[in-house]
């Protein structure tokens, strides 16, 4: 069976984000950029299903500039088959995310769509589910197992008070949780060999795709910040402050 | 304006986050529907009428929506849509499921885990693990929000809406559920404690956690983890506190050996007192922390329960 998976070019998770003193956005220029950690898990997953001898292509696809043809090569270089950017120059809501994925799908006809659960630049925790919904398919979505038995798939969601079980019809989409996988790095001979894989770019007016942001940013603030703490010098300290002065118990 | 806020239960009680998404509806402005869908859950319907400020509960009980129901929630939701401005669930694991569903369903962008509202239809959500707050506005002709409880206080009881029954939407018959593994606990949830202890990586083992739980229960405590303590399978991934895990602003959070990446502060940096206890000087978890105690975490822990 073929498997899409989608990967997302972010700022790396640990770097400091620092807000535009104009309030427009956060800085992006000069910023070290990675995959999305949740779509390093999608890939991997998709891997380790190929390995298993239970998926025969791996098709991975971004949406954004063509920078993120980095993060198409990173995931061929992790394993999978070809990359398909549509490429976009501003600003990619999940809403016209899950819209592109959908036409990609149709075209490609995937039986399992795997998505990360959340991209860590906008936290929004939507594109596979809302895609999931525009296929009409089933979605397994915080997936921490999945197990494919022909046309349907076991599937272990992490929930906020344990796991869930399920199954669902194939085809499906599945969005990857922290304890699905862990994924590999990436050797220098694959990465060689991801540079000569096949990656096509698309535009999305050609897949008929209206992906202008719905929601307005009107701006970005910095968080409020904490006040500055104190060092106590011992366990009889912190508890005579958290008694008298923070009166917390 | 119409407000229909989609409460999380489980079965009898309401989950904590369903009353302050009432309180961020009420703060939206407008009549307030609560929709309880669930199998066997007219008990919680009872309790979701009681919530002060709620003008009418929807009760959907019907074998179709047991478990998170994805697919069978959005498509019910997706039914009654166009009676309402704005449509709210908690921004916990249950409305970051099927909400987006929905969203999709209804063609309109959802507003993740607000943490404020400005007016019907600005709020401002964060972004970046919480190191920024983006202010959006949405011209959708149906606002459908997850909120983040941390934000919003708990409404209180008092009402006495009435309970009406709404027929069951479609079962797209699409996934099974074949039931949850639910960590059994006597100590408070985490998103609902007054008081959390929690867990890093520096407690080496599950077997070691006994001295947090010890605390915690002196305490009325909660207990949580950070990724590296559940990722290294010391305690189950429901412990989690950080930017993908739970998000929690108790009145106390203890942080135990936990070092304080910028995923596990997302999760905790809105607590009334930060404590953290660690025995590296250069934590970053410190920079957050309103007393910080520079030592062995083995010594200073057991010292604390003692000292109680």
């Not at chain 1, 427009?24 to 000069?30: D, F, H, K, L, Y």
């Not at chain 2, 074949?178 to 609902?192: I, V, Y």
């Not at chain 2, 290294?232 to 135990?256: C, H, R």
Request: aromatic share 4%; with cysteine; net charge neutral.
């Amino acid at each position: 069976m073929k498997v899409l998976v989608t990967v997302k070019r972010v700022i790396d998770p640990y770097v400091k984000v620092r807000v535009k003193s104009d309030g427009s956005g956060v800085e992006t220029a000069n910023v070290k950029m990675a995959m999305n950690p949740f779509c390093e898990i999608a890939v991997e997953q998709a891997v380790r299903m190929k390995e298993a001898g239970l998926v025969t292509e791996i098709v991975a696809l971004s949406i954004g500039t063509a920078q993120s043809q980095e993060t198409l090569r990173t995931a061929m270089a992790m394993g999978a088959d070809r990359g398909i950017l549509v490429e976009v120059a501003g600003e990619v809501q999940p809403l016209a995310v899950a819209k592109v994925v959908k036409a990609i799908a149709d075209k490609e006809q995937p039986k399992l769509v795997i998505m990360g659960k959340q991209a860590i630049d906008d936290d929004s925790n939507q594109s596979g589910q809302m895609t999931a919904a525009l296929l009409g398919w089933p979605q397994s979505a915080f997936t921490s197992a999945i197990a494919v038995n022909g046309d349907s798939a076991e599937v272990t969601r992490e929930i906020d008070g344990g796991l869930e079980k399920m199954s669902i019809k194939l085809p499906a989409v599945v969005t990857t949780d922290l304890r699905l996988n862990e994924p590999r790095y990436v050797t220098l001979p694959n990465i060689m060999k991801a540079k000569k894989k096949p990656l096509e770019v698309v535009k999305p007016e050609a897949l008929g795709v209206d992906v202008a942001p719905r929601l307005k940013t009107l701006k970005v603030e910095e968080p409020p910040k904490r006040s500055a703490g104190v060092k106590v010098a011992d366990v009889a300290e912190l508890v005579a402050k958290l008694k008298n002065e923070a009166r917390v118990i | 304006m119409a407000i229909l806020v989609i409460a999380e239960h489980d079965g009898k009680q309401l989950k904590p986050g369903t009353t302050n998404t009432v309180t961020a509806a009420a703060k939206i402005g407008g009549d307030l529907t609560v929709l309880v869908a669930g199998s066997g859950c007219a008990e919680a319907a009872q309790a979701a009428a009681k919530i002060a400020g709620v003008g009418k509960v929807l009760l959907a009980d019907a074998a179709q929506y047991a478990g998170s129901a994805a697919e069978n929630l959005a498509a019910l939701v997706q039914g009654i849509a166009g009676n309402y401005s704005h449509i709210l669930a908690p921004a916990t694991g249950y409305g970051k499921n099927f909400m987006p569903r929905l969203a999709a369903l209804l063609d309109v962008q959802q507003i993740s885990d607000i943490s404020a509202v400005v007016s019907p239809d600005t709020f401002v959500r964060p972004i970046y693990a919480g190191n920024a707050m983006a202010t959006v506005q949405s011209a959708d002709k149906v606002k459908v929000i997850t909120v983040r409880a941390t934000g919003f206080d708990a409404a209180g009881e008092g009402g006495s809406a009435a309970v009406e029954n709404l027929a069951a939407g479609p079962d797209t018959g699409l996934s099974k559920f074949n039931g949850q593994e639910l960590s059994k606990s006597d100590r408070p949830e985490l998103t609902a404690a007054r008081i959390i202890v929690s867990g890093g990586r520096g407690m080496g083992s599950g077997e070691n956690f006994k001295i947090l739980e010890a605390l915690a229960d002196k305490l009325g405590a909660a207990v949580g983890a950070s990724r590296a303590a559940v990722d290294s399978g010391f305690v189950p991934n429901d412990y989690q506190v950080g930017q993908t895990g739970k998000i929690v602003a108790p009145e106390l959070y203890i942080a135990v050996g936990i070092s304080g990446a910028i995923q596990h502060l997302a999760g905790m940096k809105d607590s009334k007192v930060i404590i953290a206890i660690n025995k590296d000087p250069e934590a970053p978890i410190f920079a957050v922390a309103n007393y910080w105690l520079v030592e062995d975490l083995f010594k200073a822990v057991p010292e604390f329960t003692a000292s109680l």
